[in-house]
């Protein structure tokens, strides 16, 4: 059962749509659902995550003041590795070009971002990082003399194994690095495979897995 509050201040409110007001009609379900629930609650601002999703449509057709947060510029991966039509990166990207023009407002994390939307967004910001005082405060160390990439990820999930695919491929074509792990080794079969292919790459100075860190050593990692 769906709980009433999450904070003190925060109220959850699940809406049920059907499976045919998906994406399979544009989203519109979703969109006069969350339409119906605003009506009732008369908020000052919508705020919809990702693009390519139910969120940002519905919060651009809310009827109220609204931001859009970019979790990543779909039109731009669509040109990089271009779809299947009708697929769903196919829709994904021709749905953000739908949204952001009609949003108010769009928030992104990068001059990268900035300038991929800037066309089609009435206004950008960016949004601060998702971090602590020890992240914002500390010092820019040396840098190293070799390329170091950091990966803070759970080591369950299906992307920590294909980074080590990258990471070989990166090695045969003779570039000096190390990639660095960082996250919670829950059980599963990825993580046993992930624990298990990165032994020989550790052996070769390729890789590392620091566990879990408290966030004062995150911070000094990165």
Request: glycine share 8%; proline share 7%.
């Amino acid at each position: 059962m769906a709980p009433e509050k999450l904070a003190s201040n925060v109220w959850f409110h699940s809406l049920l749509v059907p499976k045919i007001g998906w994406l399979r009609t544009g989203y519109q379900g979703c969109i006069r659902a969350v339409r119906r629930k605003l009506k009732e609650l008369r908020p000052d601002i919508v705020h919809g995550i990702g693009t390519e999703r139910d969120c940002a449509i519905s919060a651009v057709f809310s009827g109220f003041p609204n931001v859009v947060t970019m979790a990543g510029v779909m039109s731009e991966q669509a040109r990089l590795f271009p779809p299947r039509f009708g697929s769903y990166l196919w829709l994904a990207a021709r749905l953000e070009n739908f949204t952001l023009p009609r949003a108010d407002g769009v928030i992104g994390n990068s001059i990268y971002t900035e300038e991929l939307v800037r066309s089609r967004a009435r206004k950008i910001w960016w949004c601060t990082p998702h971090c602590g005082p020890p992240f914002l405060t500390r010092r820019r160390q040396r840098t190293p003399s070799l390329c170091l990439a950091q990966c803070r990820c759970h080591q369950s999930e299906k992307t920590a194994v294909g980074i080590l695919d990258v990471a070989e491929a990166l090695h045969r074509r003779g570039l000096k690095f190390e990639f660095r792990f960082i996250g919670r080794p829950e059980p599963s079969d990825y993580t046993t495979a992930f624990l298990e292919k990165i032994k020989p790459l550790e052996a070769q100075g390729l890789a590392r897995y620091l566990g879990t860190l408290p966030e004062n050593e995150l911070a000094a990692c990165f």
